[in-house]
């Protein structure tokens, strides 16, 4: 299971940190992705960390304000989001990635690469 916690309300220019913990996978997941699905917009990859060598990938509307971390210890990554905008609402997922990677490139901002999902949580950005 993965569950998403602290999402929330919060003004433009604030921060928030998700979290997702990860427990009873049978197997070793390869990384953890985060998603978000703005109202009546298709999924969107924010941030991805592989489990070994911790190798990280942010989109370009986050990259510089989102920092995406890993627990090993507490089997859970967390999303630090700064300098949040209106443009950041939506509701937010983490995802695992327990299959055996393509070859070429990661695509880790493609949801079909991720077999294990969260039940989301919503942030909102308004004054």
């Known amino acids: 299971d993965l569950v998403e916690s602290g999402g929330g309300l919060v003004q433009p220019g604030g921060s928030l940190r998700l979290s997702c913990t990860i427990s009873?996978?049978?197997?070793?997941?390869?990384?953890i992705g985060w998603f978000r699905q703005a109202p009546g917009k298709g999924q969107e990859g924010v941030s991805c960390?592989?489990?070994?060598?911790?190798?990280?990938y942010y989109s370009d509307s986050v990259k510089g304000r989102f920092a995406i971390s890993i627990d090993n210890a507490r089997n859970t990554v967390y999303l630090e989001m700064n300098n949040l905008n209106p443009e950041d609402t939506g509701v937010y997922y983490c995802?695992?990635?327990?299959?055996?990677?393509?070859?070429?490139?990661?695509?880790?901002?493609?949801?079909?690469?991720?077999?294990?999902w969260g039940q989301g949580t919503q942030v909102t950005v308004s004054s």
């Open positions: 995802a695992a990635d327990t299959l055996a990677p393509p070859s070429g490139p990661y695509p880790w901002s493609d949801p079909v690469q991720f077999d294990y």
């Open positions: 009873g996978f049978r197997m070793d997941y390869h990384s």
């Open positions: 960390i592989t489990r070994i060598g911790n190798t990280i």
